[in-house]
């Protein structure tokens, strides 16, 4: 999901051809930081058990969201039943758990090396709706960055049968270590995402996937890895699973890597070389064999996404989104304080603070000329799947959807002097907000890690690959105190220490007066498309240009 402590998705509109666009509202209400604080602080308690889909959490989390959006004053907005609204928008998920111990070993001339679940290999559970993965010494094959990219004549795989086979890929795009080639330079593109790499092995036939962690291309540490694939999975429910998902998905350390290529003789940092280039051919590591077992436990849950509207005074059909996931990573394996509950302050109980507050502003004023939604979606962590459930199954129609402002673990160190965004969503309305944060003193910042792919990682995705305008919004890093250096310190710290991991808690001392600030320019944003008849548009050569030009005639 996102830019791991300031990221914010923004769908915005498409041009400053209204004046009104182009200058702060002077009338916009304040975001009260001290309300900010409290949400933060309910939903991140240990009483919520970090927010796991199908968990007590969940129970506590939706209660807890609709109690507020009711006082509110917004008016429910989900399933549609018997001609009235719920609260809520039920979400069918596959739950998948793996049963009992993990037994992992990879075969080195016959001599065995076991391998630990969660130290040099986290193993996912499986979501093919098998009750076993049993796999005994499967080929392992070395396919580099596994992209088969025919637009880009790129085809890591060159033809060779890969059923039945181990594949070990590295993260991330062909060119991140070189930040130039045929997959754009630094900033990551789908193929670069570890969701793309396992549903390649799917399509090429493979028993299984190991990725190879190095925390720069990942973006994030081994700690992450651990805590996000080792705990329950969930996925949408599909017809044919093992069409995305071989049986096993899993990482392994670089070191474990290393030693592995070592033993068949090979050099991993040199065949990582010539992976950078599209000549690379498999390769198929010699006297070396993969094997693990396990049980899975897999069932079909509904979670729930909540769903609050302010409905339009004069286009009430035409609908502006504010978006956050509720959903954390749950009761999980201990930290080295024995801490299992992942509270998820930052990311992300601030966004749906974020989003309730909003709809307290706009409840304040006058109703807007379009309707507002307030969407608080589930499973964002197990793959965006709450918010990919909407987007394939609208509550309102996405042809007249104007777009959605997604909120993700916003920024908790205090005010800064610029925005940023996360990834390159080639929409024509970023001059809004640039406009936006210049009224109100701030200038602009490009994303300054586009090689971590934030683009694909948070909710807004699902509506962007459908059409609706996206780009991605970052709270900025240049802080009033202490600078560039304290806020990227900040960011890194968070990085490390925090993020994925029990430690992403909630703080007393916390200073919202600058998540406080975004999230009113985020209401500013919002107000001027809500009360506008203008629809934004993709830049022409946008992968979603031509989805949304498709539905264009709805848009009269």
Known sequence: MKRLLLATALIAAPMLANPSFAQGAADAPNIDPAKLSAHIKVLSSDDFEGRGPATAGETKSVGYIVDQM????????????????????????????????????????????????????????????A?????????????????????????????????????????????????????????????????????????????????VHETAPASYGWATVKNSNTNTMFDIVRKAPKAVHPDLEAWIQRDTAVSLFKAAGLDFDALKAQAQSRDFKPVTLKGATFSAEYAVDHSVIVSKNIAGRIKGATRPDETVIYSAHWDHLGVGQPDARGDKIYNGAIDNADGIAAILELARAFKSQPAPQRSILFLAVTAEERGLLGSEYYAANPLYPLSKTVGDLNIDALSATGPAKDITTSGDGKVDLQNLLVAKAKAHGRYFTPDPSPQAGHFYRSDHFPFAKRGVPAISVGSGEDLLVGGKEAGAKAEADYTANRYHQPADEWKADWDLTGQAQDIGLFYEVGSDLANSKTWPEWQAGSEFKAPRDASKADRK
């Open 70 to 129: 009711k006082a509110i004053g917004l008016e429910p907005a989900g399933d549609l039943k018997d001609g009235t609204r719920a609260w809520t928008q039920d979400v069918p998920l596959g739950k998948f758990d793996i049963k009992g111990p993990v037994a992992a070993q990879f075969t080195l001339d016959g001599k065995a090396v076991p391998l630990a679940q969660g130290e040099q290999i986290a193993i996912r559970a499986a979501m093919t709706n």
């Open 131 to 211: 009750d076993k993965v049993s796999i005994k010494d499967a080929p392992l094959v070395f396919v580099g960055y596994g992209v088969k990219a025919p637009e880009r004549h790129w085809d890591d795989f060159k033809g060779l049968d890969l059923k039945g086979k181990v594949l070990v890929v590295l993260i991330n795009d062909p060119d991140f270590e070189t930040g130039t080639g045929d997959f754009g330079g630094k900033a990551m593109t789908y193929y670069g995402r570890w969701t793309y790499k396992f549903e390649e092995a799917a399509r090429q036939g493979a028993a299984g996937v190991l990725i």
